[in-house]
C-alpha cells in the first residue's frame, strides 16, 4: 500500500486542522492505521491509531484534542487536530501495517511496528 498525507500548513494557535492520508492499493480496510510526528533532532513521537474495528487509542499529549477516524470506503483515515498548541509543530507522517481484526489496540504506539509510510506533511503552528 502506498501512504499520501496531506493537509498540513500554517496556523495559529487554538487553530484546527484536519490531516488526510490517502492509501492507494487494495484491501485497505485490513490495515492499522497510525499518525506519527517529527521534529528536527528528536524521535518520531507517536499521535494516534486506529484499528480496522475503528478502536482508537491516542497519545497523553493530543488525547482530547486530536481525533483519528478512517473512512474505509475512501481508503482514507483523517486526523482532526483542535486547540492547536505550539508544540505540536511537527512534520506528521501516516503510517500502516496490516492486522488480524481483534488487536490491542495500545502496542501500535511503536513506530517500529509499522511496514508502510506516507512522505510527511508538515504542521507548524504560531503562537
Known amino acids: 500500500v502506498q501512504l499520501q498525507a496531506s493537509g498540513g500548513g500554517l496556523v495559529q494557535a487554538g487553530d484546527s486542522r484536519r490531516l488526510s492520508c490517502v492509501a492507494s492499493g487494495h484491501s485497505f480496510s485490513r490495515y492499522v492505521v497510525g499518525w506519527f510526528r517529527q521534529t528536527p533532532g528528536k524521535e518520531r513521537e507517536f499521535v494516534a491509531v486506529?484499528?480496522?474495528?475503528?478502536?482508537?487509542y491516542y497519545a497523553d499529549s493530543v488525547k482530547g484534542r486530536f481525533t483519528i477516524s478512517r473512512d474505509n470506503a475512501k481508503k482514507t483515515v483523517y486526523l482532526q487536530m483542535n486547540s492547536l498548541k505550539p508544540d505540536d509543530t511537527a512534520v506528521y507522517h501516516c503510517?500502516?501495517?496490516?492486522?488480524?481484526?481483534?488487536?490491542?489496540?495500545?502496542?501500535?504506539?511503536?513506530?517500529?511496528?509499522?511496514?508502510?509510510w506516507g512522505q510527511g506533511t508538515l504542521v507548524t503552528v504560531s503562537s
Open positions: 503510517a500502516a501495517v496490516t492486522s488480524i481484526v481483534t488487536v490491542i489496540i495500545s502496542h501500535y504506539n511503536d513506530y517500529r511496528k509499522y511496514d508502510y
Open positions: 486506529i484499528s480496522r474495528t475503528g478502536d482508537t
